[in-house]
């Protein structure tokens, strides 16, 4: 079955810096990969998304890239706010209507 | 109110005792998730539903029951818990067709814990 792993577990930085987060995949088939963001205590909410037929997405201050042939895909989040700070989870298209998470990144942005 | 809901927000429960979590979902979609997301783990998908029928049981204990009586509601029996299974319990609904994932909404989960 599908696979997700993401780097890194931690990241920390300075407002105004830009943090990347990474995820690879293992199953060649998945076509739809999602980025959550979860604020302590809350729920995961959707950040942005890519779908296969895609290489690239940007919404403002973060952009998605996604490669098919490495299968692996990114976070960019640019010109950081203490309000990003947060756990990020990317996750994998894993079969009919199934999502696999990766296991978080908990990103820290200092004023 | 909107979106996705779940009761209770917060639960405390004995090895013995049976309860039920529930969820409802405001959205219009088709399609109903449990997961389980505990300490430093990714989010664990346990069951999925599509038009009120079971298409997913991610090797879930038996000591998990769902129930989807309509495409709105979802429910998760509990009975006989251990301790390693005090978590937060998310509920999450999205639209499905033609095979198409798309975007999960969440709940604002349950915290179970169970002494």
């Known amino acids: 079955g599908e696979n997700v792993e993401q780097h890194p577990s931690t990241l920390s930085v300075q407002e105004g810096d830009s943090a990347v987060i990474k995820c690879t995949y293992s199953d060649s088939a998945s076509n739809y990969f999602p980025w959550y963001k979860q604020e302590l205590g809350k729920r995961p909410q959707l950040i942005i998304d890519?779908?296969?037929?895609?290489g690239e997405k940007k919404d403002q201050r973060i952009a998605v890239t996604l490669n098919k042939t490495a299968k692996h895909f990114s976070l960019h989040i640019t010109e950081t706010q203490p309000e990003d700070s947060a756990v990020y989870f990317c996750?994998?298209?894993?079969?009919?209507?199934?999502?696999?998470f990766g296991a978080g990144t908990r990103l820290a942005v200092h004023p | 109110e909107t979106g996705v809901t779940q009761t209770p927000r917060h639960l405390v429960m004995g090895m013995t005792n049976k309860k039920s979590l529930k969820c409802e979902q405001h959205l219009g979609h088709n399609a109903m998730y449990w997961y389980k997301q505990s300490a430093k783990k990714p989010l664990e998908l346990m069951f999925v539903?599509?038009?009120?029928?079971?298409?997913e049981n991610n090797s879930v204990p038996s000591r998990f029951s769902p129930e989807c009586p309509n495409s709105s509601h979802l429910f998760l029996h509990l009975h006989t818990l251990q301790p390693e299974d005090s978590a937060l319990y998310l509920c999450?609904?999205?639209?499905?067709?033609?095979?198409?994932?798309?975007?999960?909404?969440f709940g604002p989960g349950t915290r179970l814990t169970v002494t």
């Open positions: 996750a994998a298209s894993g079969g009919y209507n199934k999502l696999i």
């Open positions: 999450a609904s999205s639209q499905d067709w033609a095979g198409t994932t798309y975007e999960q909404y």
């Open positions: 890519i779908r296969s037929n895609v």
């Open positions: 539903y599509n038009f009120k029928e079971q298409t």
